[in-house]
Structures are given as C-alpha cells and as structure tokens.
C-alpha cells in the first residue's frame, strides 16, 4: 500500500479487520507477534490499557493535528479482552 498525504494510513485501513477477526482470544505475545511491540509511553496510562499503538493522524478532524491510538486491554489470563481507539 502506498500511503497519500491527507488519507487514513495503512494501519487506519487495516484496523477494522484486525480488530473483529484477528485479535479475539489472542495472547499479549500473539498480539506482540501480529501487532509488533507495544510503544513505551504514558499516553493513556491511566486508561489501564496492556498495549498501545500509534494508528496515524486523526481521521475525523478538520486539520488533522491530532494522532489516533490503539489502545487494548487484555484479561485475567493475559488474553484480548477489548480495544478502543483514542485521539491525543
């Protein structure tokens, strides 16, 4: 995929997909495996989230200065429980 200026990235075409087919019943190294490492920063840390991941720039947003997040939340046995996506 080549990604254009203005349109929703690669991840953002990706992600409906990934997150109804692919990630259910998952564990964090399976996700980890798929997804790639979780980034290390305090975005959303006090979300309680297990991983996160940058998706691209705001998609619903006029001039687009903002970035969305995959944030994902896994069970008391360390399986996909559920995900949101957030803007920062």
């Known amino acids: ?5 203005g349109d929703v990235t690669p991840r953002q075409k990706m992600l409906g ?3 109804q087919n692919v990630l259910p019943g998952r564990t964090r190294a ?3 495996e798929l997804l790639g490492p979780s980034l ?8 309680g989230r297990d991983l ?13 200065i903002d ?3 995959l944030l994902i ?3 008391s046995s360390g399986r996909f429980e559920r995900y949101a996506i957030y803007t920062d």
């Not at 995929?1 to 200026?5: G, N, S, T």
């Not at 996160?52 to 687009?64: C, K, N, P």
């Open 1 to 5: 995929m080549r990604f254009i200026a």
């Open 17 to 19: 997909d990934v997150v």
């Open 30 to 32: 399976e996700l980890e």
């Open 40 to 47: 290390d920063t305090p975005y959303f840390r006090t979300t």
């Open 52 to 64: 996160i991941y940058v998706l691209g720039s705001e998609r619903d947003s006029l001039f687009a």
């Open 67 to 69: 970035s969305e997040w």
């Open 73 to 75: 939340w896994l069970d």
